[in-house]
């Protein structure tokens, strides 16, 4: 049919069917609306978990960097008072490899005879 044998209540059908198309829009961008008002809230309060998390964790990081560099401090004073320790050890190894060889000499010469032991 042309447009100009078009019936009032055909349009008024058709526009009928708009508006509730339109209102049908209406209500699913109040619907999309709400959900991303709930959707901000959430993430707003998600956000601020994630900064007080991150905030713990960048304390906890600063507690840790102190605890090492204590322990740093400990093991480099450790450090210094093994040196005189290790001095010490070889002093006495070196005289402990005399006495153990001198040991040794005597036994060795008991069994080859060249020192007798008399007992007075």
């Not at 090492?68 to 008072?81: E, G, H, R």
């Not at 005289?95 to 032991?117: D, K, M, P």
Request: net charge negative.
């Amino acid at each position: 049919m042309p447009p100009s044998q078009i019936s009032n209540a055909v349009l008024l059908e058709k526009i009928n069917n708009v508006l509730k198309e339109v209102g049908d829009m209406a209500g699913d961008i109040k619907c999309n609306a709400n959900d991303f008002a709930k959707f901000a809230n959430e993430y707003a309060g998600a956000h601020v978990k994630v900064v007080e998390r991150a905030d713990n964790a960048h304390s906890r990081i600063d507690e840790l960097n102190k605890r090492v560099d204590a322990l740093d401090a400990a093991m480099k004073k450790l450090t210094d008072s093994i040196h005189p320790l290790i001095y010490t050890n070889k002093v006495l190894t070196w005289l402990a490899i005399g006495f153990g060889g001198s040991v040794i000499a005597l036994i060795w010469a008991i069994l080859t005879h060249a020192v007798e032991i008399v007992a007075p």
